[in-house]
């Protein structure tokens, strides 16, 4: 009923850049994705899934953690269901698994318990 997918991970240079999409589809986002805030997080080996950056419903406000400031920046598209992150000067730090997520909650989006639907991950490696 419910299916977030991301997509557009892969391996690049520090100091390259990769575009994450993650697309809605479903019964639940069919006419009802514009109501819902969106994240990114990220998940490294041994390490517990962290913010990475959140966009309200309209799009209209964006949050991001400090160590992707000035560097990453999402966006949504929510004629697509789709919402974004253009990831630049990539550091080997960001290497992760990177997730897409849901919430209906009001802010802060930067907590995991916050969202509702999660995506399977798309995994971004960055070599040094």
């Known amino acids: 009923q419910v299916q977030l997918v991301e997509s557009g991970g892969g391996l690049v240079q520090a100091g390259g850049s990769l575009r994450l999409s993650c697309a809605a589809s479903?019964?639940?986002?069919?006419?009802?994705?514009?109501?819902?805030?969106m994240g990114w997080f990220r998940q490294a080996p041994g390490k517990e899934r962290e913010f990475v950056a959140a966009?309200?419903?309209?799009?209209?406000?964006?949050y991001y953690a400090d160590s992707v400031k000035g560097r990453f920046t999402i966006s949504r598209d929510n004629a697509k269901n789709t919402v974004y992150l253009q990831m630049n000067i990539l550091k080997p730090e960001d290497t992760a698994v990177y997730y897409c997520?849901?919430?209906?909650?009001?802010?802060?989006?930067?907590?995991?318990?916050?969202?509702?639907?999660w995506g399977q991950g798309t995994q971004v490696a960055v070599s040094s």
């Open positions: 997520a849901s919430t209906l909650s009001i802010v802060p989006y930067t907590t995991t318990p916050q969202y509702d639907y």
């Open positions: 966009i309200s419903r309209s799009g209209g406000s964006t």
């Open positions: 479903g019964r639940t986002f069919s006419s009802t994705f514009s109501r819902y805030a």
